[in-house]
């Protein structure tokens, strides 16, 4: 059974403060996507990295995808309130999107 | 109205009880999918529709029932839930059943079984 595991489980922050959450596992991924959920509402999705090593930027938020495509990282720069939210990782375990593995997510709380 | 809309938003139920969730996809997708979420688990994968065809049982119980009349709706029948099945369950669709293709989910159903 593949699993990801993301830390840290709870991060609470203040307003400006810089922050970096992670994914990991011991299977590899073809693909890994990183969504954000709001309380009350459903994920969305932020970025998809497939490449080993690859590193993507939206905003002050900053993507990277382990060159062994095992783990990845969500890095944010100068969080902000409207940063709040549940972030999950997903690793695609073959070229199916129907079986993507979830991670059990970070809760961030960004205080202002 | 745009995404993927999901009624009703709160549901509280009774074992005994037989209710339905609805989920409806306006993106023109040809993938749709059942996800449950509980306060102690990963999203979990419940079922996968493409173009109303069943893909994917993930071990669902019986009590479980999906239905896809078409490439823009999808049901969900419950009927004799145990109090451990209290969770949100979202649905969400996708262009196809591609790893590129973005999942978009919709709010959710928050379930209580009481």
């Known amino acids: 059974t593949q699993l990801l595991e993301q830390s840290p489980q709870f991060l609470s922050i203040q307003e400006g403060e810089n922050l970096t959450v992670y994914c990991n596992s011991s299977?590899?991924?073809?693909?890994l996507q990183w969504y954000r959920q709001e309380p009350g509402e459903g994920p969305v999705l932020l970025v998809t990295?497939?490449?080993?090593?690859e590193v993507k930027k939206l905003k002050r938020l900053t993507f990277q995808f382990g060159d062994a495509r095992k783990d990845s990282s969500l890095h944010i720069t100068a969080a902000q309130p409207g940063d709040t939210g549940l972030y999950l990782c997903?690793?695609?375990?073959?070229?199916?999107?129907?079986?993507?593995?979830f991670g059990p997510g970070t809760r961030l709380s960004v205080l202002p | 109205e745009t995404g993927v809309t999901q009624t009703p938003r709160h549901l509280v139920m009774g074992m005994t009880n037989k209710k339905s969730l609805k989920c409806e996809q306006h993106?023109?997708?040809?993938?749709m999918y059942w996800y449950k979420q509980s306060a102690k688990k990963p999203l979990e994968l419940m079922f996968v529709?493409?173009?109303?065809?069943?893909?994917e049982n993930n071990s669902v119980p019986s009590r479980f029932s999906p239905e896809c009349p078409n490439s823009s709706h999808l049901f969900l029948h419950l009927h004799t839930l145990q109090p451990e099945d209290s969770a949100l369950y979202l649905c969400?669709?996708?262009?196809?059943?591609?790893?590129?293709?973005?999942?978009?989910f919709g709010n959710g159903t928050r379930l209580t079984v009481t």
């Open positions: 969400a669709s996708s262009q196809d059943l591609g790893e590129y293709s973005p999942l978009h």
């Open positions: 299977s590899v991924f073809s693909s």
């Open positions: 990295v497939v490449t080993g090593g």
């Open positions: 997903a690793g695609a375990r073959d070229n199916y999107g129907q079986n993507f593995v």
């Open positions: 993106l023109g997708h040809n993938a």
């Open positions: 529709y493409n173009f109303k065809e069943q893909t």
